[in-house]
């Protein structure tokens, strides 16, 4: 596998222009953090889901932004983890030099949405995600968190400790099961081989060692985070206790609390990018909705910093229960 570097992070939250605008907003925005012009991309992925988005919402994003023609751009639905994980793999099997993934996604109010399950009642004429909303159709946003809940029961101080790291020392624990609302918004990853981090004389933030890629339960979707994560520090010889912080994204707070307690991580070190009650900027806690998985990367390269920590992991499902996970090390070598 080529070395993958992480090379620059920008995150934009409810522009009144729409997500496709918050997209180019934080795409412009990560170039200009790194230095780096816009001609110099190799490729684009867009991570685009949303009921509300339009049809052919990246040859939007790419006009919008003024990129070349000839840049490939591609849509990774249904979210940035995909296009991030899609990215990585086209710089390591060596055909991108310099690329980014872009999270974008339209805000939804709906239960349904908010948990990411399919919706039965609009047929999404793939016969996969029809069986899924069939299958799931019962499953509403209380339940889902029940029966995930069920899977990591907390007692009152592991309630209190969830509450405190998450939403403060003030917090109270009863508050816990509640479900964030969604905001629309869009989240930039630069990500660079060693050959593009040298010609572009690039800083990293960090480098991703390892990738992990499972499948789960389609009723137990967020598990598969868990299994993505397991896969990944697995393959550097690693457990989870040896991260000093991690980022698991999740659509309400027990499956967050589910797959912190599968890698039994504490709450002190699963809270960096706390999912649907992660902070957000210059607001309540918020779910990011568009932001989701890559806005989990800020917070957890600062995280590392604070405690002088090496290493580092983001992990986050799809609705059809496709974990996908990424180990960071600040340790680079060029």
Request: with cysteine.
């Amino acid at each position: 596998m080529r070395e993958i570097y992480l090379v620059a992070l920008s995150l934009v939250e409810g522009t009144p222009n729409g997500p496709e605008a918050a997209a180019v907003a934080a795409l412009h925005a990560a170039l200009g953090s790194a230095g780096v012009k816009l001609g110099a991309l190799d490729e684009l992925r867009l991570g685009a889901a949303g009921p509300d988005l339009p049809p052919g919402v990246d040859r939007r994003v790419a006009l919008a932004a003024g990129l070349p023609p000839r840049l490939p751009t591609t849509r990774c639905p249904p979210g940035g983890a995909e296009a991030l994980f899609g990215l990585c793999e086209a710089i390591s099997g060596g055909w991108c030099g310099l690329g980014m993934a872009i999270g974008l996604q339209a805000g939804a109010a709906a239960e349904a949405a908010a948990l990411g399950l399919p919706d039965p009642a609009r047929p999404a004429a793939d016969p996969l995600s029809d069986e899924l909303a069939w299958r799931l159709a019962p499953t509403d946003l209380a339940a889902a968190a029940a029966l995930l809940a069920a899977h990591a029961p907390l007692d009152e101080a592991g309630a209190a400790a969830w509450a405190h790291a998450l939403l403060g020392p003030d917090a109270d624990p009863a508050t816990l099961p509640q479900a964030a609302p969604i905001a629309a918004g869009a989240s930039a990853c630069l990500l660079a081989s060693a050959e593009a981090l040298a010609e572009h004389k690039l800083q990293p933030l960090a480098r991703i060692v390892s990738l992990g890629l499972t499948g789960a339960d389609p009723a137990l979707w967020p598990m598969a985070a868990a299994a993505a994560a397991e896969q990944a520090l697995h393959r550097l010889g690693f457990a989870p206790g040896d991260l000093r912080a991690a980022a698991l994204d999740a659509a309400a707070l027990p499956a967050l609390v589910a797959v912190a307690e599968r890698l039994q991580l504490p709450p002190h070190r699963a809270a960096a990018g706390a999912g649907a009650l992660g902070p957000r900027p210059g607001g309540p806690r918020a779910h990011l909705g568009a932001a989701d998985p890559l806005a989990r990367l800020r917070p957890l390269i600062d995280a590392l910093e604070a405690v002088d920590g090496r290493f580092g992991l983001l992990a986050a499902a799809s609705g059809a229960g496709v974990g996908r996970a990424f180990v960071l090390d600040r340790e680079f070598y060029v």
